[in-house]
């Protein structure tokens, strides 16, 4: 009878030792929750001004699966606005004569640029063989889906003929783009109560197109009926993203689900 006693107890030790082990936290392996990214816009526009210095941020929503020991795949949805700078850089030509073309809205706001945002990633652990708490690094693909829109009738130049500053009404006034971004993210990551999760730390993100548009692309269009601006407009988006996108400070909240 002893022995029985002693075998039962050695077997349910194992079971809750093996159960203890499981990757997770408490047995639950997925986490849901909200991460606010923000960065100062030091030297371009915001959403409400052309001139910074201002804040950027965006709107994320998380959903962490624990795949194994210290590792997590990370499905996100987010949402950012900012604003974008148009540098009088374009030229429209108009028979011989060639005019430099300025944005200024009634509005007085910059270009639009929304982004809706999708990322697939992992977060590696630092410490700890299951429970995913404590410092992490996130590696994370970020496809973007980007709008321009901005006021048509805000495009002016300077007629030399008449001496007279003229409005135009230029290009479709909203514009779509895609692209995609690297990030790698330094974290934290904490759980109080066994059931609320505390997520934060710093973003560093890079868009090969925009750093490539940044060093080897030409500013200078010449516009024949509006044809060329959508190309301008996305140059002056992708190196917007880089700006934007660079470094975030994240801080999020969520709850571990199942």
Do not use: W
Request: aromatic content about 14%.
């Amino acid at each position: 009878m002893i022995m029985k006693l002693r075998i039962s107890s050695f077997f349910i030790l194992i079971s809750v030792f093996m159960n203890a082990q499981t990757p997770g936290y408490m047995g639950k392996h997925r986490m849901i929750g909200y991460t606010n990214n923000f960065s100062p816009a030091l030297l371009m526009a915001n959403a409400k001004s052309v001139d910074p210095p201002g804040i950027n941020s965006s709107h994320c929503f998380n959903l962490d699966y624990v795949i194994k020991n210290r590792t997590s795949f990370c499905v996100s949805y987010q949402f950012m606005k900012t604003g974008m700078n148009f540098d009088n850089n374009i030229d429209i030509e108009d028979a011989a004569t060639s005019y430099n073309l300025s944005y200024e809205p009634k509005s007085k706001l910059p270009m639009q640029l929304k982004s809706n945002n999708i990322t697939l990633g992992f977060k590696f652990f630092k410490r700890g063989n299951f429970a995913p708490v404590g410092k992490y690094k996130k590696l994370d693909l970020m496809l973007m889906f980007s709008t321009v829109s901005y006021e048509q009738n805000a495009f002016t130049y300077h007629d030399y003929n008449s001496s007279t500053q003229v409005r135009r009404n230029y290009g479709k006034g909203e514009y779509n783009f895609s692209t995609f971004a690297i990030a790698y993210t330094l974290g934290r990551q904490r759980v109080f109560f066994n059931c609320l999760v505390l997520d934060y730390g710093v973003q560093f993100a890079a868009t090969p197109a925009g750093l490539l548009g940044s060093v080897l692309g030409d500013n200078s269009y010449y516009v024949e009926n509006g044809s060329e601006l959508e190309a301008a407009i996305k140059h002056q988006k992708n190196v917007r993203l880089v700006g934007h996108q660079l470094v975030n400070i994240h801080l999020g909240l969520g709850f571990l689900a199942f």
